[in-house]
């Protein structure tokens, strides 16, 4: 009995462990700020901040598969690529700035935004300092910087939090500020307390290896990027279809989402290594194993969100969000989406580690290709509605599903 204790101590205690329990909290301090956004600004305000978090996301996705790639590389510790690999990754970020200045310029100069150019360009900034701070967090993942990693994504949560509430007095302009400071934050804490992680600047490196790099990440990229298209064209088709107003009363579901995810997210990013790691070295039981109790995790985890969601939703947004009461029929049209998307993702990191590269691509693929289809008829045929955009991101996330479970089954057999 006391050696059971012990190993639940143990476990509890690990570093993993800690890094699902800093994730809840991170994402506790997340769902606060949001909540703050919810309660001080109107439906107009709330548009615009969606569409900016749209515009940041919609640059993550230039990332093409260099991130990716790379984090796969540093997953497999080999000390005498991982430094010109992240000199290679320096140098993209670099053009890739560059680049999205030049189309900044193109875009602020030819059409009309709708907002002013310190905005557009700050908003630049924060998209590419969003996505370095997330290969910096590949990076200490990695190298199993575990430890680190909890100190700053905490740090950083605690003091965009901060900055947010500001925006009680200031207004929009800290909601920025918070967006900008969280990203820095966890690049400063990693570089200062692991300075090793920090990139040499070699354009040798970045001209040698980056299509190597990308070609090794490009169609697990396209997983999720694919998978971001649906939401973020759906994001688009209501803005122009419906008005940004409308938009701003998504802003509740963009909060059910990241709140909801933020676990799935956290058990992927410590099981991708372990996965990867297990494959290359053939130990099949135990990679069979180690899938067997990430689909557990992910279970278990999903049974308590629905039962919590349809007991507790309606009762918690008429209490502390009652203009948002509307809205909340729109958690349960897009729950299915997310149970169905998270669920793949044991399967697509087997799928990656098998080298099974087109699987993830024509499952990727039917999901948009359903997801297009589905949403021009609707949008054709249809009055267009909150509602049928969150089913018809369902209805092409269970497609997925299908496909890589099946396929995930049959590899298992063979």
Request: glycine content about 6%.
């Amino acid at each position: 009995m006391e050696n059971k204790f012990n190993r639940l101590i143990a476990l509890i205690t690990s570093p993993k462990s800690i890094f699902v329990i800093i994730t809840f909290v991170v994402s506790a301090i997340g769902f606060f700020k949001s909540f703050i956004l919810l309660k001080i600004f109107d439906f107009e305000k709330l548009g615009i901040i969606a569409l900016s978090q749209t515009v940041t996301t919609t640059i993550s996705l230039l990332q093409i598969g260099a991130v990716t790639g790379a984090y796969r590389l540093f997953s497999y510790k080999r000390e005498n690529i991982l430094k010109r690999v992240n000199a290679a990754l320096l140098m993209f970020f670099v053009f890739l700035t560059i680049l999205l200045c030049i189309a900044g310029v193109i875009v602020d100069f030819f059409y009309n935004t709708g907002i002013s150019t310190s905005i557009l360009f700050l908003l630049i900034v924060i998209g590419v300092t969003s996505l370095y701070s997330n290969w910096v967090t590949c990076k200490l993942l990695g190298t199993k910087n575990i430890f680190i990693l909890n100190k700053a994504q905490l740090s950083s949560a605690i003091v965009s939090f901060v900055i947010t509430f500001l925006a009680k007095w200031i207004g929009l302009p800290a909601v920025l500020a918070g967006l900008l400071v969280q990203p820095l934050i966890i690049i400063g804490v990693a570089y200062l307390i692991v300075p090793s992680l920090i990139p040499g600047i070699s354009f040798l490196s970045f001209k040698k290896y980056i299509l190597k790099i990308i070609s090794l990440g490009f169609v697990p990229y396209l997983t999720t990027g694919l998978t971001l298209f649906n939401s973020q064209l759906g994001r688009w088709v209501i803005t122009f279809s419906l008005g940004t107003v409308i938009l701003g009363k998504t802003f509740l579901i963009t909060l059910f989402v990241s709140l909801v995810s933020v676990f799935p997210g956290a058990v992927s990013n410590l099981f991708f290594p372990s996965i990867i790691e297990k494959y290359e070295l053939n130990l099949k039981n135990d990679l069979k194993a180690t899938l067997k109790r990430q689909y557990l995790i992910l279970g278990g985890y999903y049974l308590l969100v629905m039962l919590a969601t349809i007991l507790l939703a309606n009762t918690m947004v008429r209490l502390f969000l009652p203009k948002h009461i509307e809205s909340v029929y729109l958690i349960y049209t897009i729950f299915p989406s997310l149970l169905f998307l998270h669920l793949s993702g044991p399967a697509i990191t087997f799928f990656n580690a098998a080298k099974k590269f087109r699987l993830i691509l024509f499952g990727s693929l039917i999901s948009v290709f359903t997801y297009v289809g589905l949403l021009s008829l609707y949008v054709i045929l249809q009055k267009p509605s909150l509602g049928g955009f969150f089913i018809i991101e369902s209805i092409s996330a269970f497609f997925f599903f299908i496909f890589n479970s099946y396929y995930f089954n049959k590899l298992n057999k063979s």
